[in-house]
């Protein structure tokens, strides 16, 4: 069912914004230099990660509210207001300078009614609601946070957050998000400490250093060639998974994989065979699929990683598969694969990734005929309360990773105009091949659905 249409039926909208500044501790900090981890350092996680907040008419100013919060939620997480700096080996470490994030203020013409009944990506105007300062987005001696606190009319307002990769994963920015929301809520001190202790995921000062104990395919020095799909003139569009999408999609999975999958594992088999469909690659071509994997609760390894730790703490794990089969096989083979990368992350899975890194400089993941999908409906972004109640939609910005459109995609928690409570997959095909893929997609629907079209929520 679609839910809504393209972004041709918005108007356009002004935002007026104050001149940016940068936002200290609140209280004196500690000067020194601390080293990142080997698994927060790796190629693929020098970007800034986009992530946006919708909320609804309140009383206060949302801007001064959160301003102050952060500037005292800085004062414990005080590496965030420093720089970056790089060591030999490519080794980074974040020098804590006290100097700040950075924060804008802002003021929109329009209502959060603009945005439609049900809020979700892609969202137009975006640029605006997360203004990038120009020479900001460096990775070195740069700010690794920025803010913009958004007014709306209808006296909500939008949050856009964007942070360096490198510092935390999404259950670190939500850890640190969530302190700033106790703070504004009148909190004297974050209920969660931070937790820094990187070393726990630093490779052993081994000369030479040690070889990973993994294959770690996610890393193979791959170059695109000629038959590798071009990725230009991008269509956005954000596809729901509620209870019945769910179940006809896992109708098409054999009994014994039907009720031991997660719906991670189940969609993103699903995401990964559509998507190979509707690229059309030779029947020879490797296709991969990186998982994001998090240690934090793993089974066996819960006490691996402390509560407030805020580092990097996930793995990218790669299922590999030819197009041929991908395409030919039930969708049950392509979770299968899926089942079988993601289950291998352990601690010491994690400690080989590490010694990859310290051997190899640091490499980004190949991103030749990869997608990516990461699983965010768990770590809390839907509760996030700054003192205005929980957020109508909060989730990442867009896909993509880094300057890469349209290798990544995302599990958001959501609620439909409905009131349902679903999975919202944002997509970013060019457009001929968002429609084969919408078409794809029809096809896993249909034993459970009378309407067999995906319900697509928004398209750009």
Known sequence: MVMAGSSTAFRSFTVRRKPEVLVTPAGPTPRELKLLSDIDDQGGLRFYVPVIHFYRCGSGDPAAVLRDAIARALVQYYPFAGRLRELEGRKLAVECTGEGVLFIEADADISLDYFGHTVQPPFPGLDQLMYDVPGSDVLLDAPLFHFQVTRLTCGGFVLGVRMQHVMADGAGLVQFLNAVGELARGAMTPTVRPVWERELLMAPLDDPPMPPRFAHREYDDIVADATTPLFDDMTHRSFFFGAPELAAVR??????LRHCTTNFEVLTGCLWKCRTAALAPADNAEMRMICIVNLRGHRGDAGAIPRGYYGNAFAFPVAVSSAGDLRSKPLGYAVEVVMKAKREVDLEYMRSVA?????????????????????????GLCDLDYGWGKPVFAGPAKGGVGAIPGIASFLIAVKNAMGEDGISVPVCLPGPTMNKFSEEMSKLMRPAVVDTSPRIISAM
Do not use: E, G, W
């Open 251 to 256: 109708s098409h999975l054999p009994p014994a």
């Open 355 to 379: 010694r990859l890194m310290a051997r190899r400089r640091r490499p980004q993941f190949t991103v030749v005929n990869a997608y990516l999908v990461s699983d965010v409906t768990k770590i």
